[in-house]
């Protein structure tokens, strides 16, 4: 009776927005609690909201709690900005659907959506959570890397149907490589079929950008705006989420309105916020410092993609060096993903006995599908053994000392889909106040794209080098040397690179230093 009562005074159940939260099984939960400056914390937010400049490296505000209640947004611009959004979004999708815009060879069937990161990793959680072919207006394909692999198996998929196929392009600035060089590969592909690529493009880019001003110069179909105040891994809010939502025939709205009614929620200052019971939950088992990572698993197929999306979201900006104060924390939250119950034949044996360096997130959907189930067993349906498998693996953890907390909704559908999505956001936002952080900028993100910039540099002087001396090879020691190169491993890595390519040839040597390199005429 005691774990009972227990359990009740940690089992919060916000039947308003089809939620719960089970922190009972968190240690020192109460005690974090205790001590948190929900003070500041909502202080903290409440600047947020109003407009402050959050991410000061490129100095603009962070407003994407504004993309489902422009009512709070700042400035009337940005409210009718919002607004405006959503009625040329409505207006599109139905001359789409209806076939008032169409493809060369008639109406679009098909939707092509090229993003990376947030650009891609929201439309298509949404894509699969919601989707449901009865009423799928069209189907979805993504392209979300620079692999060529990749891109090949998607343009096979979609070979002879080009015509009919709408191309989403979605990059702020134009400039992301992986994006660019799908919309190359793309527009290279519709060229190829006889097509022209503009009668079937549409940009989701930032006023007079780079992509902005090429949609505009070779007349596609449409450009609509993208803010630099919604960052990538909260703009599924934005139009970058709708439109896809909305060209696949899913109530966007409701969407909207899920994460709305659960903000609402979270501006309670004490244990009725949901959002602030995740992020003390998260403070607790990680001791604030990042100790344990959180392995998230959903038993529902139709969020298998949350996780992955949790991951960008989280750790995008939880991962930082310094804290406010510009003192070294190497702050983070290591996000894990699989899903229920598929996966637990490869890691609850870990989970339960190996290192115990985690926590673990369950999420729980208490509505199995859409109409009754068949019984599998007298009284038993196939819903009931997975909801046994989730019950029963949060048993064996708890027994063995290992932390979890639950997310429970009613089932999965625009509104409660809106409403976790939303309440991750708030919880990222609280935990970055307790942590002393800044959640809204990414300075290692940046990093990474300037040193690839560089290595691309790089194998440009290395091709230039051997185009000069066609009938000449060199050791990779030797092209450094010419390029003015000190990284010879990075030289050797692109050289094998372009070689496996056949872009240039090799001829082995006894060890990698007696490799030679020669141009392929």
């Known amino acids: 009776m005691e774990r009972w009562k227990y359990f009740c005074d940690h089992y919060f159940n916000f039947k308003a927005v089809g939620l719960g939260i089970d922190v009972s099984k968190i240690d020192d939960f109460d005690g974090v609690f205790a001590k948190i400056d929900r003070k500041a914390i909502f202080k903290e937010m409440a600047t947020l909201e109003s407009g402050a400049i959050a991410n000061s490296d490129e100095n603009r505000m962070v407003g994407h709690y504004w993309l489902r209640n422009p009512a709070i947004a700042p400035s009337d611009d940005l409210k009718r900005a919002i607004t405006d959004v959503w009625s040329n979004l409505d207006r599109f999708v139905y001359a789409v659907h209806s076939g008032d815009i169409c493809g060369q060879s008639g109406k679009f069937k098909n939707v092509l959506c090229i993003g990376i990161g947030g650009s891609a990793l929201g439309p298509q959680l949404a894509c699969k959570a919601l989707s449901q072919k009865p009423r799928n207006k069209m189907a979805l394909a993504f392209l979300d890397n620079t692999d060529p692999d990749g891109i090949d198996y998607i343009l096979g998929k979609l070979n002879g149907k080009l015509d009919e196929t709408l191309v989403i392009v979605t990059s702020k600035s134009g400039g992301t490589p992986e994006t660019r060089n799908g919309m190359l590969e793309v527009a290279n592909a519709y060229g190829q079929a006889g097509l022209v690529f503009s009668r079937h493009a549409i940009a989701i880019t930032c006023e007079d950008s780079q992509l902005d001003r090429q949609a505009k110069k070779e007349g596609w179909l449409k450009r609509f705006p993208m803010w630099d105040w919604v960052g990538g891994r909260t703009s599924i809010a934005s139009v970058v989420g709708l439109l896809p939502m909305a060209l696949q025939g899913i109530d966007y709205k409701k969407f909207l309105n ?157 509104h409660h889909l809106g409403v976790l999505i939303g309440l991750y956001e708030r919880a990222v936002s609280f935990y970055a106040s307790m942590v002393n952080i800044n959640a809204y900028h990414q300075p290692g993100v940046e990093a990474g794209k300037k040193a690839a910039n560089t290595i691309l540099k790089l194998q440009k002087s290395i091709l230039q080098h051997l185009r000069n001396n066609p009938k000449q090879s060199f050791s990779a020691e030797a092209i450094a040397k010419a390029t003015e190169s000190g990284d010879v491993e990075t030289v050797f890595k692109l050289l094998e690179h372009l070689e496996g390519n056949r872009r240039i040839q090799c001829t082995r040597g006894s060890n990698l230093q007696q490799n030679s390199y020669q141009y392929l005429i």
């Open 258 to 414: 899920g994460m709305r009614d659960v903000d609402s929620l979270t501006r309670v200052h004490e244990k009725t916020n949901p959002a602030l019971l995740l992020a003390t939950a998260w403070y607790a088992a990680t001791k604030g410092k990042g100790e344990k990572a959180m392995v998230v698993l959903p038993y529902k197929d139709r969020l298998a993609l949350f996780s992955k999306f949790l991951q960008q979201l989280i750790m995008e900006s939880l991962g930082k060096k310094l804290d406010r104060d510009g003192k070294v924390v190497e702050q983070g939250l290591t996000v894990y993903g699989n899903k229920g119950s598929t996966d637990q034949h490869a890691y609850v044996q870990q989970l339960r006995d190996g290192p115990n360096n985690f926590f673990v997130t369950f999420i729980e959907v208490l509505e199995d599908r859409d109409g009754q189930s068949m019984d599998i067993e007298e009284d038993i349906t196939a819903g009931d053994y997975l909801e046994g498998f989730l019950l029963g693996t949060r048993q064996a953890l708890y027994e063995n000392h290992r932390e979890s907390l639950a997310i429970t909704i009613d089932r999965v559908d625009e």
